[in-house]
């Protein structure tokens, strides 16, 4: 198994910046990509930004491409999203995600954080 614990959500005005982290810890070795999700009230869970464990591959949704960065601590097992020029359209629960295949589908993804309330307001 592997338990993944996220932190770092809030309310933030729009443009103003958060930081989400995401640390794994148990089976860590079965996990080849780490994912950041969204889901928004009344939406589906839609994917956000995904990077391989040795972090050397990364991408991103369109909508969030050039406002955020996903990073990776291999020495702490924590993956961050660096969200930055945030709009009220981010406001959303994410989660992080933990699989074994470089995936944007959700059901690609066997482990999963508690989830994070992101809050942008206008």
């Known amino acids: 198994q592997v338990q993944l614990v996220e932190s770092g959500g809030g309310l933030v005005q729009a443009g103003g910046s958060l930081r989400l982290s995401c640390a794994a810890s148990?089976?860590?070795?079965?996990?080849?990509?780490m994912g950041w999700f969204r889901q928004a009230p009344g939406k589906e869970r839609e994917f956000v930004a995904r990077?391989?464990?040795?972090?050397?591959?990364?991408d991103y949704t369109d909508s969030v491409n050039g406002r955020f960065t996903i990073s990776k601590d291999n020495a702490k097992n924590t993956v961050y999203l660096q969200m930055s020029s945030l709009k009220p359209e981010d406001t959303a629960v994410y989660y992080c995600?933990?699989?074994?295949?470089?995936?944007?589908?959700?059901?690609?993804?066997?482990?999963w954080g508690q989830g994070t309330q992101v809050t942008v307001s206008s």
């Open positions: 995600a933990a699989g074994s295949e470089f995936s944007s589908i959700p059901s690609r993804y066997p482990y």
């Open positions: 148990g089976r860590t070795f079965s996990i080849y990509t």
């Open positions: 990077i391989n464990w040795s972090g050397s591959i990364a």
